[in-house]
């Protein structure tokens, strides 16, 4: 009898997150197979491949093939890592990326965003179709915890709060800013931002500070914990296309800092959004699409960034440069420094359209 009511959740739980429809995953194959995980132990001037899966069979497969749209790391345990793909649902690993198991209930859609707990390392919570789905066995089993009746308005952002990890914000396609105080079992409206939320980053020195980053209007910010929003575009006026957002970091060596990926190029404030500065480039400002930025979280003038085909990197805050061709044809759609040792960095790849 309890065998069979595992079988039945596990059911259950497919037709509620995959469907009947469920995208099966290419594994593996010499074809298109330059996608998925790389990882450095060298700040990026060697990237290796970290795709390889254990299936339930013991025969080792890979993810190779796929298009990865999000990743996070574990607050609590550097090593135990989350990807998201495009079209074959999130996949996990322990050991720093060495080996991979695919979610058994999450097996196909999109997974644009995820956030881990940093109160309980095994509750984590991702943005799938309209849905905000959270697990609270490591990404095993999910189940459902805001659903959007609008089924077009899918979830495209999640954060959990560092400080309190009852606290979670969703954003969604349509602009809204939705935030739950209680682990996702009941969610407010905080914000109508209309636009695509394609970021929501909560300050590290202060979780009442979230910055939330829209698609193609810019950058808004609450100093309350969603209470009110103040609109951060003024200050990126005076930098053409610069509302048009490609990524966003916090650099932690210092308060109210961060870099800002546009299609205009890299831009930088250190007062909290309210004023911009440009990091000069070796390409001229919009001559090259930036698709992920990362900040050494030990060193705020080490900034690393990919476009779709070149990795670059600076020790001085911009004012040179090293240049690495990518490992794939694919752009790099995260770069991620381990926050214990920067050295060891993850870059994820996904097809865009040029």
Known sequence: ?????????????????????????????????????YKSFDKGAIW???????????????ISNLNILSF????????????????SGLFYSYDGGEGWT??????SGDVPSIAVSPSDKCTIYAGFENKVIKSDDCSRTWKVMYFDSRGTNKILSVAVDHRNGA?????????????SSDSGVSWSPIGRLQNPIKKILIAPYN????????????IFKTKNAGGGWENLADGLKPF?????????????????????ASQYGLLKTTDGGQTWNEIALLTPPKAATIYAVEVNPKNGNDIFYSTATTFYRTLDGGKKWITKK??????????????ENPNLMYMTARRVDQ
């Open 326 to 339: 990518l490992p794939t044809k694919r752009a790099a759609s995260n770069i991620i420094c381990d926050p």
């Open 167 to 179: 606290v979670v914000y969703a954003g969604s396609m349509t602009g809204d800013v939705l935030k």
């Open 207 to 218: 979780s009442a500070i979230v910055y939330v980053a829209t698609q193609n209007k810019g």
């Open 1 to 37: 009898m309890k065998k069979f009511l595992t079988v039945l959740i596990l059911v259950s739980s497919f037709l509620v997150l995959g469907g009947p429809g469920c995208v099966q995953i290419n594994f593996g194959g010499s074809t298109g197979a330059d996608g998925g995980v």
């Open 102 to 107: 695919q979610s058994l209930t999450l097996k």
């Open 48 to 62: 290796e491949q970290r795709n390889k899966i254990l299936a339930t069979d013991q025969k080792v497969l890979s």
């Open 72 to 87: 996070a790391m574990d607050p609590q345990d550097n090593k135990a890592i989350y990807v998201g793909s495009q079209g």
């Open 240 to 260: 053409n296309s610069a509302l048009n957002y490609k990524d966003l970091k916090f650099d932690l060596s210092a308060q109210e800092t961060l870099v800002y």
